[in-house]
Every structure is written in structure tokens, then in C-alpha cells.
Nanobody, 123 residues
């Protein structure tokens, strides 16, 4: 299971930190990532981290503003979001996959998904 938390409402320029706790079989998964879906839009991969936490991948739209990290000791992946913009408004999902990653995986490359957490950024 993947349990995401940390969403909320902020004004543009604000920050939020999302967390995703993994349990059961997903705790030993390889790469983990965050995917978002804005109203009326397709899902978009935002960030991913490999199993060791040493390789990070970001969508161009969030580079320099978002930071993904993971704690394998806590079976948790984080997404630190700074300088948020209204266009970041979306439901954010954490996901996991068993295969390693060498590029930012598309949403369909993940086999395990958590429930979403809503992030709303107002102007």
C-alpha cells in the first residue's frame, strides 16, 4: 500500500511537502515517483527517485522548484514543493515500480499507486 498525505491549499509562491508511506510489498519496490492530474488534463509524471535515492528525475515544469527524496529506513518518499504556481493545482499521486529508472517514467510505467492528495494553489 501507498499512503499519500500533505496536500492542502496555499497561495502562489508558497510551499507544501507531500509524503508517501509505503507498506507491504511496495516497501521493497524500486523506483518511486509522484504523478499529478489537473482538472481536465491527463496525468503527468512530476518526479521520480531510484531505489537508493541517489538518482532523481524531474519534469521540466517543476525543475528548480520541487525536490523528491526518499527514506528507505522509513519506507517513505517525499515531494518538497516550493514557489508553487496556480498551474501546479492538481491531485498528486505517489506510485512505485519494481524496475529501475534511467529517465522520468511515464505514469503508465508504475505498477502500484496510492490514493491522491489534493494540492490547490491560488493566485
Amino acid at each position: 500500500q501507498l499512503q499519500a498525505s500533505g496536500g492542502g491549499s496555499v497561495q502562489a509562491g508558497g510551499s507544501l511537502r507531500l509524503s508517501c508511506a509505503a507498506s507491504g510489498s511496495t516497501s521493497s519496490n524500486g523506483a518511486m515517483g509522484w504523478i499529478r492530474q489537473a482538472p481536465g488534463k491527463e496525468r503527468e509524471s512530476v518526479a521520480a527517485v531510484n531505489r537508493s535515492g541517489g538518482r532523481l528525475f524531474y519534469a521540466d515544469s517543476v525543475k528548480g522548484r520541487f525536490t523528491i527524496s526518499r527514506s528507505n529506513a522509513r519506507n517513505t518518499v517525499y515531494l518538497e514543493m516550493n514557489n508553487l504556481k496556480p498551474e501546479d493545482t492538481a491531485i498528486y499521486y505517489c506510485a512505485a515500480r519494481t524496475n529501475r529508472v534511467v529517465v522520468l517514467p511515464p505514469p503508465e510505467a508504475y505498477g502500484y499507486w496510492g490514493q491522491g492528495t489534493l494540492v490547490t494553489v491560488s493566485s
